[in-house]
């Protein structure tokens, strides 16, 4: 999940910035991609 989140960015990153598009993208809640983004990373995903 956090693969395709990183793929998606770095196609969509220069048109969608939000939380909420990326993880409709994935068939998932902006708040739980937001703990699998902090989970894995230790970042938050809009950074």
Known sequence: MFDQFLRDVKDHCDRERTVAFYASRL????????????????????D
């Open 27 to 46: 068939y998932i809640s902006p708040k739980y991609l937001s703990k699998v983004v902090m989970d894995v990373s230790g970042r938050h995903p809009t």
